[in-house]
């Protein structure tokens, strides 16, 4: 993944005790944003696949709290990394400019999702082809 904010778990503190399992996930603190947007996935086909797009400003934090999924992260220069999320208590963290997809979603799968930034459907890349352009026009910003 790029370097400079690659995709990564995230292990969250278990506060479980006798009475049952219970994890905290505080924004700016467990996750390296302020959380403004809640969503969840759940009632998925296996065949599915969910996601494939790229956001401009938001970063997300994706948790199965139920079931199990896969999460494919591509950083648009020939990079990718597939994360196995199977445990309520593991997240993991999505940049921006980050292409992704979600599949292999078991039949039971609720998946958690935790965002930076308010929906807004401007900041969204669902072209490939343009997500690979912005990513090789900001390395060429960058490069200057
Ligand atoms: P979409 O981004 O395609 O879902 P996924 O990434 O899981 O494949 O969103 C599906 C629909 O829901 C689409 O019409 C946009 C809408 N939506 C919102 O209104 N607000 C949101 O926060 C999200 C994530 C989606």
């Avoid at 994890?23 to 947007?37: S, Y």
Wanted: charged share 30%.
């Amino acid at each position: 993944m790029n370097k400079n904010d690659s995709a990564y778990f995230i292990e969250f503190a278990e506060h479980g005790d006798e009475r049952g399992n219970l994890v905290v996930v505080e924004g700016e603190k467990d996750v390296p944003f302020a959380i403004q947007r809640v969503f969840y996935i759940y009632g998925s086909d296996t065949d599915m696949v969910r996601g494939q797009h790229a956001n401009r400003k938001s970063r997300f934090v994706l948790i199965n709290v139920a079931g199990q999924s896969k999460v494919k992260v591509m950083d648009g220069l020939g990079n990718e990394a597939v994360f196995c999320l199977n445990r309520p208590r593991t997240g993991v963290y999505i940049p921006t400019m980050a292409w992704k997809e979600m599949y292999d979603f078991s039949p039971d799968a609720v998946l958690l999702c935790l965002a930076s930034e308010h929906y807004d459907e401007g900041e969204y890349i669902r072209d490939f082809d343009e997500f690979e352009n912005e990513v090789a026009a900001l390395q060429k910003d960058s490069a200057r």
